[in-house]
């Protein structure tokens, strides 16, 4: 099993990926920015980081990236492909998950500890989660969730939302302004998926959290899911995944 | 072939927070500035566009500002045609 990890200029959780990937066990495959070529990996993570800059809007200049080009092609044909932080940013940009990413409500680069939970255990990344809280970094200035009102409802109704900030006791962070939620994203939501489901994005870095000497391995259960989903897809002969309604992004 | 010069305005969508907007309003009263409300924080970039006509010019720079220079979900532009000074 080879899963990639692109590398942009600016990248900075691309070794933090490759690392996460190599202590799940499988094959870790750097891909890099200007070839479209990704080596006939199982499945991309887009890791954090400060793409091109984060020059006009975080995310927007990667999207035009000769590697873009590749993974559109990947999600298209069904693979599973994780954005997380400036990965979620660079998939929002590109319209391949909903919404956008606006800068943090407390006009603060938020380079903390949070706690999420998934909204759900049966999707392609949070398959091998527990349900509990997970304990995992956030480090980002522009984490904000936004999707207007009918867009939210719908992601809501279709289980495109995959996970929320959360208190201790696994409430969600609903009101913006409190603590638990780092950045003042709309119904506390931390990641999305497209309505195909094999596309996702999350503002925190469950690759951070990968080891015990790191403080937790909580985050390997997305790491895990994205690798079992992968495995399951190469064995079905990859399946193109069918998008289950019209809701993708403003793009 | 002619240059045409444009400037595209892009502002945050009314309704969608303006933190930067926001934070601007809250530095008001150490300036002592009391009737100013409403702030909204935005970018400008100017370009030149080389092209036979002013409307097939327009045309590439209205792709730009859709594409790459403004996110339509959550920003609103404008063109204007810069008109050079004599």
Redesign the interface.
């Known amino acids: 099993m080879r899963i990639g990890v692109v590398t942009f200029p600016g990248s900075n959780s691309d070794v933090d990926s490759l690392n996460a990937l190599a202590v799940a066990g499988v094959e870790p495959v750097s891909l890099w920015h200007e070839s479209p070529d990704l080596k006939g990996v199982s499945g991309v993570i887009l890791p954090g980081g400060f793409a091109y800059g984060d020059y006009i809007r975080a995310g927007v200049i990667a999207r035009f990236s000769p590697v873009m080009g590749g993974v559109k092609e990947f999600a298209a044909a069904g693979g599973l492909v994780l954005g997380i932080c400036n990965g979620f940013q660079v998939l929002a940009e590109a319209g391949l998950v909903p919404g956008a990413l606006l800068r943090n409500r407390s006009l603060r680069f938020a380079g903390r500890l949070v706690n999420i939970k998934p909204d759900r255990l049966d999707s392609p990344f949070t398959r091998s989660a527990n349900g509990a809280p997970m304990r995992v970094p956030v480090a980002h200035g522009e984490g904000c969730y936004y999707a207007d009102e009918a867009m939210l409802d719908e992601l809501e109704a279709n289980g495109q939302v995959l996970f929320r900030y959360v208190h201790e006791d696994g409430t969600p962070a609903l009101d913006p302004d409190e603590p638990a939620n780092p950045n003042g994203s709309l119904r506390a939501i931390a990641g999305v998926c497209n309505s195909a489901g094999n596309v996702a994005g999350l503002m925190p870095h469950p690759e951070r959290m990968s080891e015990a000497i790191l403080g937790t391995d909580g985050g390997m259960q997305v790491v895990r899911s994205l690798i079992e989903s992968a495995r399951e897809w190469e064995a079905a002969g990859r399946p193109v995944a069918a998008p289950k309604t019209k809701v993708e992004a403003g793009r | 072939m002619s240059d045409f010069r444009y400037a595209v305005n892009v502002l945050p969508k009314s309704g969608?927070?303006d933190?930067?907007g926001r934070?601007v309003e809250l530095s008001l009263p150490h300036l002592h500035v009391t009737n100013v409300s409403k702030v909204r924080i935005g970018?400008r970039a100017e370009l030149t566009v080389t092209a036979e006509s002013e409307p097939e010019a327009r045309a590439v720079v209205d792709g730009l500002a859709k594409e790459?220079?403004s996110?339509?979900?959550?920003e609103a532009y404008t063109v204007e045609l810069l008109v050079p000074q004599p």
């Open positions: 969608i927070l933190p930067q934070a970018r790459l220079l996110n339509p979900l959550i």
